[in-house]
């Protein structure tokens, strides 16, 4: 039997942090996955209630998708930065997240701190 899953090109472990964001959040590889994530589900929720189709869902579909738990570190922050990090960011501040933040995203602790800011280790 011949194995078709994708190839695990992820070079660090879950809680290895890949970069700071532009609003000083230390992302490790877990949680920039995890964003990722929620940023291509809204994307296809939002083709798939306002377009005929989802270009997003048939591209994924036609080319299959490794996944982002399987990017290496600087996959991920490619992909942040190419207009992810703005749209998960607008998709938070809109309350439009389609699931809570993972427990370990810094956001978390953001959003309990009393002073609004996120505490270092």
Same mark, same amino acid.
């Given at each position: 039997?011949?194995?078709?899953?994708? =190839?695990?090109? =992820?070079?660090?472990?879950?809680?290895?942090?890949?970069?700071?964001?532009? $609003?000083?959040?230390?992302?490790?590889?877990?949680?920039?996955?995890? $964003?990722?994530?929620?940023?291509?589900?809204?994307?296809? =929720?939002?083709?798939?209630?306002?377009?005929?189709?989802?270009?997003?869902?048939?591209?994924?579909?036609?080319?299959?998708?490794?996944?982002?738990? =399987?990017?290496?570190?600087?996959?991920?922050?490619?992909?942040?930065?190419?207009?992810?990090?703005?749209?998960?960011?607008?998709?938070?501040?809109?309350?439009?997240?389609?699931?809570?933040?993972?427990?370990?995203?810094?956001?978390?602790?953001?959003?309990?701190?009393?002073?609004?800011?996120?505490? $270092?280790?």
């Amino acid at each position: 039997m011949s194995d078709n899953l994708p =190839k695990d090109f =992820k070079d660090m472990e879950d809680d290895a942090i890949v970069g700071e964001d532009s $609003r000083a959040m230390q992302l490790t590889h877990y949680v920039l996955a995890e $964003r990722l994530i929620q940023c291509e589900y809204a994307r296809i =929720k939002h083709e798939i209630n306002n377009e005929s189709s989802s270009d997003t869902l048939t591209y994924i579909l036609e080319g299959g998708h490794r996944g982002y738990h =399987k990017y290496t570190a600087g996959e991920l922050w490619s992909e942040w930065k190419d207009g992810s990090e703005d749209y998960w960011y607008q998709l938070y501040e809109d309350g439009d997240l389609p699931w809570e933040p993972f427990d370990e995203d810094p956001i978390v602790a953001l959003e309990k701190d009393e002073n609004g800011e996120v505490a $270092r280790g």
